[in-house]
């Protein structure tokens, strides 16, 4: 069946760097754009990154630009989202999505703070 699984999360200080992965089976991976939002205690689920099928389209919230990047592998069903620069703002369950469809992973926690 349809499965995402993310994984990555943990705790980490202010300033520094994650790496969140996002595991993909039961379709055609290299058919699909992908996508990561959060959401943060108390708050709504919100857009962080997508990337396109073939990996020459990515987008980025205002708040994550230019600290966060997306990429994939599709020989490994992987998609990637690298967090850098860290800030306790983006504290919150991180989850990955299949672009114009509603399956989602179980999300990772991601937790800054010192």
């Known amino acids: 069946q349809v499965q995402l699984v993310e994984s990555g999360g943990g705790l980490v200080e202010p300033g520094g760097s994650l790496r969140l992965s996002c595991v993909a089976s039961g379709f055609i991976f290299s058919e699909k754009g992908f996508k990561w939002y959060r959401q943060a205690p108390g708050k709504e689920r919100e857009f962080v990154a997508t990337i396109s099928s073939h990996g020459d389209f990515v987008n980025f919230s205002a708040s994550v630009k230019g600290r966060f990047a997306i990429s994939r592998n599709n020989l490994q069903n992987t998609v990637y989202l690298q967090m850098n620069s860290l800030k306790s703002e983006d504290t919150g369950v991180y989850y990955c999505?299949?672009?114009?469809?509603?399956?989602w992973g179980q999300g990772t926690q991601v937790t800054v703070s010192s």
């Open positions: 999505g299949v672009w114009g469809d509603d399956v």
